[in-house]
């Protein structure tokens, strides 16, 4: 089963720094773009739109990167 977040939910995720944190800002159900990277989601395979809690800016991630927290 894939893992559904809803707007407001906090999560953290990895990067190459280490484990960072933010605030899921919306559901992505299409093609869209985010911090230089273009996402290809679908109504299928959704991906979520975070807002970094550190830096402010925002990405776009599989559910699967993603951890409630």
């Known amino acids: 089963m894939t893992?559904?977040?809803?707007?407001g939910d906090h999560v953290k995720w990895d990067t190459p720094q280490g484990q960072t944190s933010g605030t899921v800002v919306k559901k992505e159900?299409?093609?869209?773009?985010?911090?230089?990277?273009?996402?290809?989601?679908?109504?299928?395979?959704?991906q979520y739109r975070v807002k970094s809690d550190k830096s402010g800016k925002e990405a776009v991630h599989k559910p699967e990167e993603l951890k409630k927290g």
């Open 3 to 7: 893992k559904s977040f809803k707007a």
């Open 29 to 46: 159900t299409g093609t869209t773009k985010a911090g230089g990277h273009t996402a290809k989601a679908t109504k299928g395979e959704p």
